[in-house]
């Protein structure tokens, strides 16, 4: 089994940390340590650093290399450019066929906080076996107490028995978050569950999935793989491009490769893999209810509510403020607030309105102010 840990994106929701130069996944949010060192080393305790991947952008390479020494640099798979999930999916599984294509991959978030480890890891374990097994693309699902906006919902059918006291079950239908006729009643009563991403399969079937349903997005990997190397290369019997594995220190693209994967990544329509792929390969897919506390950490409040308080302030006739400042922060008569201030910049926002910080940055690109951003 390898795991890639994606992290592409900047956290918009999170401003004024979260920046371009330093996206939350970096940022020390909890403690000392950010997302994707305390992620690392939950892998660690099962994974060896070489079977451990990483999906960015060469800015993020860059940061991740600084913060954890110890993946390969062949290790890192780089994106072009941003042109969300589908066309960066799609380069991991052509990357990971490179290697190994019928070894199973899962996908890990870089922004989500897995407790405890133990059962997270279980997890992984119990997805390789039942992909070897039954060779069918699995997904991570969270028993729900309400709607939540912002992600897609599964129906569940059949179960799948004996699995390590882990519930799998077969998907029945997916729900598209922008569905209107979806059940809200039955998400609240926990029928339904919330999609929470851990894609997992081998290089080989996702490829093949992506020639069928997503030709746009196929063509442009098959002209990657023609690329990628050096190495021995024939065509399978499925018409997916095959190689040996990367012998000792290969792996690191050429100026030729990149150039390549630059062009051809630009052809690739910009959507999210459920768009094109998943959403339709997902009927009969294998889902396993997460095991673990899922902690999504995607607005200041769900970092309020993790962390239970800020690192200075004193609230005199209110209550539930959150503050976050280097400064001694007073807040007097006024009640869920959330309060950021960096060096340069501060955010003061009522609870509830996590969802519109996104709307700052966009205010911040509009008016090109590149120092905020």
Not at 3 to 16: A, D, F, L, R
Not at 101 to 114: K, N
Not at 137 to 155: E, P, Q, S, Y
Not at 212 to 224: C, D, H, S, T
């Amino acid at each position: 089994m390898k795991v890639v840990i994606i992290c592409g994106g900047v956290g918009s929701k999170m401003w004024p940390l979260s920046r371009e130069k330093n996206p939350k996944h970096f940022a020390k949010l909890i403690g000392d340590k950010s997302l994707f060192q305390l992620n690392y080393e939950a892998l660690r305790q099962k994974f060896d650093p070489k079977d451990i991947f990483v999906q960015t952008n060469e800015a993020q390479a860059n940061i991740a290399q600084g913060q954890v020494g110890e993946i390969p640099k062949e290790n890192y798979f780089i994106e072009p450019e941003r042109r969300n999930h589908g066309p960066a999916m799609g380069l991991m599984a052509a990357k990971l066929y490179q290697m190994a294509p019928d070894e199973p991959y899962v996908v890990v978030q870089a922004d989500v906080i897995r407790k405890p480890v133990g059962k997270f890891l279980a997890m992984i374990e119990v997805m390789d076996k039942l992909i070897q097994k039954e060779g069918r693309l699995m997904t991570g699902g969270i028993k729900l107490d309400r709607v939540v906006g912002g992600i897609d919902f599964m129906v569940p059918g059949e179960d799948v028995g004996g699995v390590e006291g882990m519930r799998v079950f077969k998907m029945k239908r997916w729900v598209d978050r922008t569905d209107t006729n979806r059940d809200d009643e039955a998400i609240a009563k926990g029928q339904v569950y919330g999609h929470a991403n851990h894609y997992a399969w081998t290089p080989r079937k996702m490829l093949e999935a992506y020639k069928r349903r997503a030709p746009e997005w196929y063509e442009p990997l098959v002209k990657m793989m023609e690329v990628m190397a050096p190495m021995v290369r024939c065509v399978s019997d499925s018409g997916v491009p095959s190689a040996s594995r990367y012998p000792s220190g290969c792996g690191v693209p050429s100026a030729g490769e990149k150039r390549v994967i630059r062009e051809e990544y630009a052809k690739m329509p910009s959507d999210p893999i459920e768009a094109r792929v998943t959403k339709h390969e997902l009927a009969g897919a294998l889902v396993v209810e997460l095991p673990f506390v899922w902690i999504d950490l995607g607005t200041w409040e769900s970092v309020a509510e993790y962390g239970k308080g800020g690192e200075s302030g004193l609230t005199i006739g209110g209550e539930n403020n959150y503050v976050r400042s280097k400064k001694f922060v007073a807040t007097v008569g006024v009640s869920d607030l959330v309060i950021v201030e960096t060096e340069d910049a501060m955010l003061v926002m009522k609870k509830g309105r996590g969802g519109k910080v996104g709307q700052v940055v966009d205010w911040l690109k509009e008016k090109k102010k590149k120092d905020l951003l």
